[in-house]
C-alpha cells in the first residue's frame, strides 16, 4: 500500500506516534456500584433520546458516544472498568452537555485530554515536505 502511495501520487506514507487530543470517558467515585450488571442477556437500546445497556461492555458505550457525538477527536475508555455494565440514559443524545448529565447520574464524565497515539502520515515526497496527519 505505502509503494502504491508512492506510485500513484508521491506521498510517502508511515506510522508515527504522536500527542493526540481525545475525549475520555471516565469513572468518578461510586461508579463501579451504580453500573455493576445484574447480569442477564446482553440488550442495547439507542435511539435519539435513550440509551439503554444492560450486560454489555464499556466499550460498547464508548462507540455509542462516538456514533452520537461525533468528534474529530477519538472516544477512548478511562474507566479501568473490565466488566460488564447497566446503564439507561433518558436525554436529548445528540447535545454533548444533555449527554454528558446522563452520564453524570451514573458517575461517568467526558473529559477532554491529550495521549501519545499511533497515527498514519503522509509526506508528499518532495524536499520540503509537509505532513499530513490521519
Keep these: 500500500m505505502q509503494q502504491d502511495l ?17 475525549w475520555k470517558l471516565i469513572a468518578l467515585q461510586g461508579a463501579e456500584k451504580k453500573l455493576a450488571t ?16 444492560v450486560n454489555s461492555p464499556v466499550e460498547d458505550l464508548v462507540k455509542a458516544l462516538a456514533y452520537k457525538l461525533p468528534s474529530p477527536y477519538p472516544y477512548i ?20 452537555e444533555e449527554f454528558r448529565k446522563g452520564l453524570l447520574r451514573f458517575g461517568l ?18 524536499a520540503a515536505s509537509v505532513a499530513t496527519v490521519f
Design 109 to 126: 464524565d467526558i473529559v477532554k485530554d491529550e495521549m501519545p497515539m499511533q497515527v498514519l502520515v503522509l509526506r508528499k515526497n518532495t
Design 38 to 53: 445484574k447480569g442477564g442477556k446482553l440488550n442495547q437500546i439507542h435511539t435519539h433520546a435513550r440509551i439503554s445497556l
Design 6 to 22: 508512492q506510485k500513484a501520487f508521491n506521498y510517502k506514507a508511515s506510522i508515527e506516534t504522536r500527542v493526540i487530543p481525545c
Design 77 to 96: 475508555n478511562a474507566t479501568g472498568f473490565t466488566h460488564n455494565i447497566d446503564l439507561d440514559i433518558e436525554a436529548v443524545l445528540l447535545d454533548f
